[in-house]
């Protein structure tokens, strides 16, 4: 079996472009971009997997694809577009400009861990669309995950201190966007120095945000950092986080504000 596991996450992913998951009587459409890449492959199968069972659990239509190529056509009619380990530094013009246009017709918008990494300065309304700059991250670990707004529905199946191992992705604000931070990670859990020979990180300190939102042009932006590997895909309360992030960003509902 010559095959590497890259060579067959890409076959099924191309393999499986745009394929509804559900008929066209949800609630709402989503679109999932999953495009295999050096680090971030594996989860593809996992991931789409588990996208279809929320997809027949919540009702909503899901189209699933690997290509970007989807961002040139009419983007209007999904409530929200996913960009699942998929950054926009891999966009080409006319697909930058599909992205560009759709959150400006009051589209909206979920980025998810790799996708929040572009190279700076190559796309600046992609880095104020993210809201963060990506500087650097410690070797995986195993941390405490704080709620920094528990009326979010992103927040909703966790619980106050959540044991959770990632990447704790470094960032910076070079472009001073303002968000809203969801989740934090307590760097007094974790060694945010723990790196590899040559490389250096420092840590955030208190304010080290891994999950936010924020509106952009006329529509929503929520960022999670988390989930790294195929198996976060499969494990119950990310999804819940995660669901919770997709199902806001769709549709404005569920938060909880302290009267």
Do not use: C
């Amino acid at each position: 079996m010559k095959k590497t596991l890259h060579t067959l996450a890409v076959a099924a992913a191309v393999a499986g472009t745009t394929v509804p998951a559900q008929a066209r009587d949800g609630q709402f459409s989503l679109l999932v971009l999953a495009m295999p890449s050096k680090y971030h492959y594996e989860y593809i199968p996992i991931a789409r997997e588990s996208f279809e069972k929320l997809a027949k659990l919540h009702a909503f239509e899901l189209m699933w694809t690997a290509q970007p190529g989807a961002f040139e056509g009419d983007l209007s009619k999904y409530a929200a577009v996913v960009l699942l380990n998929s950054s926009g530094e891999e966009f080409n013009e006319a697909q930058r400009t599909g992205f560009e246009r759709y959150m400006r017709s009051g589209g909206n918008a979920v980025v998810v861990h790799r996708a929040i990494i572009s190279k700076p300065g190559m796309w600046p309304w992609y880095e104020k669309l993210v809201g963060r700059s990506f500087i650097i991250h410690p070797m995986l670990q195993t941390a405490v995950v704080t709620k920094a707004d528990a009326g979010h529905p992103a927040t909703f199946g966790l619980p106050d201190r959540w044991i959770w191992s990632d990447e704790w992705y470094e960032f910076s604000n070079p472009h001073g966007i303002t968000i809203h931070p969801v989740l934090a990670v307590d760097e007094r859990s974790y060694d945010p120095t723990k790196i590899w020979p040559g490389q250096v990180a420092k840590g955030m300190g208190a304010d080290h945000p891994v999950s936010w939102w924020h509106p952009y042009e006329k529509g929503r932006v929520f960022v999670t950092a988390l989930g790294h590997n195929g198996e976060m895909y499969r494990e119950g309360q990310y999804l819940e986080h995660l669901w919770g992030g997709v199902w806001w960003a769709a549709t404005g509902l569920g938060v909880q504000r302290r009267p």
